[in-house]
């Protein structure tokens, strides 16, 4: 069964920077596309950000030149490194996976922006 465990989330001061990780196990084919989406409160989930296993990535407008998505395809582990820090940032934050047409998730990480 295929399982996706998030962990680096957290409190953070405006400005800051935050790294997300999302380890995916149990899985007898190739991981496609992984990424990130988050939920604020009382809102939809959200695209941040995708990558292919080659390497393509795409970002929402508004995290491109703050978020970085990278991936480890020997460890089927992907990241993200969150600088510059907003209070909109603020949500739930959740790993998917792409996976023989099929779409899994992680369970999500808060990440709360505030002074």
């Known amino acids: 069964q295929v399982q996706l465990v998030e962990s680096g989330g957290g409190l953070v001061q405006p400005g800051g920077s935050l790294r997300l990780s999302c380890a995916a196990s149990?899985?007898?084919?190739?991981?496609?596309?992984m990424g990130w989406y988050r939920q604020a409160l009382g809102k939809e989930r959200e695209l941040v950000a995708t990558?292919?296993?080659?390497?393509?990535?795409n970002y929402a407008d508004s995290v491109k030149g703050r978020f970085t998505i990278s991936r480890d395809n020997a460890k089927d582990t992907v990241y993200l490194q969150m600088n510059s820090l907003k209070p909109e940032d603020t949500a739930v934050y959740y790993c998917?996976?792409?996976?023989?047409?099929?779409?899994?998730w992680g369970q999500g990480t808060q990440v709360t922006v505030s002074s």
């Open positions: 990558i292919t296993r080659s390497g393509i990535r």
């Open positions: 149990g899985s007898s084919f190739t991981i496609n596309t």
């Open positions: 998917n996976a792409v996976i023989a047409l099929h779409q899994y």
